[in-house]
């Protein structure tokens, strides 16, 4: 890795504004799909819960490859006058897109199930396993050819969540406000040309945030291409030796799994427990408040600690409000969004700092392996928050089958009773397995993260 010798536009707020936008544009079409995709099927169209959880977990295994060999494309493409990765954005941006809106195909729910079940497995592999990937691959490994400045890294690991922040207030407070009806019997629910209508919204507004991401972003950081013949064998190898990638995968796992488990569950239980989406709504702009409250203070905390023993205690922030509200079992909505509030605030901290986490890996593989991988480690690191995106919603989809939920019986006493424990207890148990990998597995503390930066710096 060496940087450009041309002269090239310092690293500023117009890299971070711009880093941001793109995942503003990504979780356009992600949140969207781990907010309201399991929701649109069982409510709107009709398909089991467990057979929607089956085809979410059942697509990761497309993934497996997909990601890897997306990372692997992106390690062998070559720098263009325009940078490495950027390009990608350009050519993505349309296709997962059109894949996401397809995927709330209202006008298609009086079809036969095997019609609609059909073109539930096409339309999400189609976006997930394919589009978003190829899209998602290489901006995330962008970060490492904007900067190669640990402490500008963790600037853009903010921003990036803060971007992220904006597209879930839109989706987490503004469509929970406009795409439940009240029927007869006073229930609110769910209306799937509304749906449809905010997955087009949801669309155009991904492609113009993708399209700032790459206007506004520079390379200014040359990423040497791999030239080397694949080898499966060695890949899969150097990956499973990996001890700082695996701990950060695993950690991350169980984290995404709790929060796209909440992200999940709060479609469930404000509406069918508490009868409440102005709540849900209030969710949503509690997450981007507390998001922009904790944002001027992680990377000087970071940098004074470290991200592994922040990151370990977010986890433990976030657990415990869960478990307290689940043994008062409150039926006061409002409380339910106060201790909502004090667990995302350990959310907020572990997504400011995360990306700049999968930094630290790339170049602690670099240090330890002598090889540059952006490419496949973040292949690796985006195919593990599917694995949580399916499992989350897989897990809940069969447990929702378990506890009886069905069109018929949502507002059913004995089922909107188990949504209440599921909401609490399934998130809470994954934010205490992520922060015990990161102590055990996960083994880049402060003084090694800074160690390999030294590195790094006297090689380039």
């Not at 041309?6 to 707020?13: A, E, H, Q």
């Not at 667990?343 to 170049?363: H, S």
Request: charged letters at 15%.
């Amino acid at each position: 890795m060496q940087t450009n010798e041309k002269p090239v536009r310092k690293f500023g707020l117009r890299d971070k504004i711009g880093y941001a936008f793109g995942d503003f544009g990504n979780d356009f079409t992600f949140i969207l799909s781990s907010s309201f995709l399991l929701k649109f099927y069982t409510d709107v169209m009709g398909v089991s819960a467990g057979l929607v959880g089956i085809m979410m977990m059942l697509a990761r295994f497309v993934d497996a490859f997909t990601d890897v060999t997306m990372g692997q494309i992106v390690d062998r493409s070559k720098t263009t006058k325009n940078g490495k990765f950027r390009p990608w954005l350009l050519r993505m941006c349309g296709p997962v897109a059109v894949a996401s809106l397809l995927m709330y195909a209202s006008w298609f729910k009086d079809m036969s199930m095997g019609f609609k079940i059909f073109w539930m497995f096409f339309t999400y592999l189609l976006w997930g396993s394919v589009c978003y990937t190829g899209v998602n691959i290489p901006y995330g490994s962008m970060a490492s050819a904007i900067t190669g400045n640990p402490k500008e890294r963790a600037q853009l690991s903010n921003w990036r969540t803060i971007g992220a922040s904006f597209a879930s207030m839109f989706i987490s407070v503004v469509l929970p406000l406009t795409v439940y009806y009240t029927d007869t019997a006073g229930n609110k629910v769910l209306s799937g040309t509304k749906v449809s209508i905010a997955a087009v919204v949801c669309s155009i507004a991904a492609v113009l945030c993708y399209l700032l991401c790459y206007h506004l972003t520079t390379e200014r950081v040359t990423i040497e291409t791999t030239t080397e013949k694949f080898n499966l064998k060695n890949l899969i190898s150097s990956l499973l030796h990996n001890r700082a990638l695996i701990g950060f995968v695993l950690a991350s796992i169980c984290l995404q799994l709790s929060q796209l488990t909440m992200g999940n569950m709060t479609s469930y239980v404000f509406p069918n427990y508490f009868g409440n989406t102005e709540a849900q709504a209030m969710t949503g702009m509690i997450s981007i408040c507390v998001i922009f409250l904790c944002s001027p203070f992680t990377v000087k905390l970071s940098d004074k600690f470290g991200r592994r023993a922040l990151a370990m205690t977010a986890c433990i922030i976030s657990a415990v409000p869960l478990l307290v509200i689940y043994f008062m079992h409150t039926h006061n909505a409002w409380l339910f969004v106060v201790f909502y509030g004090i667990m995302y605030i350990g959310i907020a901290i572990f997504q400011l700092i995360c990306w700049a986490m999968v930094t630290d890996v790339i170049d602690d593989t670099e240090v330890t392996s002598g090889q540059r991988s952006d490419g496949t480690i973040f292949a690796v690191y985006s195919f593990s928050r599917k694995i949580a995106q399916a499992a989350s919603s897989g897990i809940i989809g069969l447990l929702l089958t378990l506890i009886g939920y069905s069109q018929a019986t949502a507002f059913d006493a004995p089922v909107v009773e188990g949504i209440y424990s599921l909401t609490c207890l399934v998130p809470s148990i994954g934010f205490i397995l992520s922060a015990v990998f990161l102590k055990f597995v996960y083994p880049l503390g402060k003084k090694r993260v800074d160690k390999n930066a030294a590195k790094l710096s006297l090689k380039k």
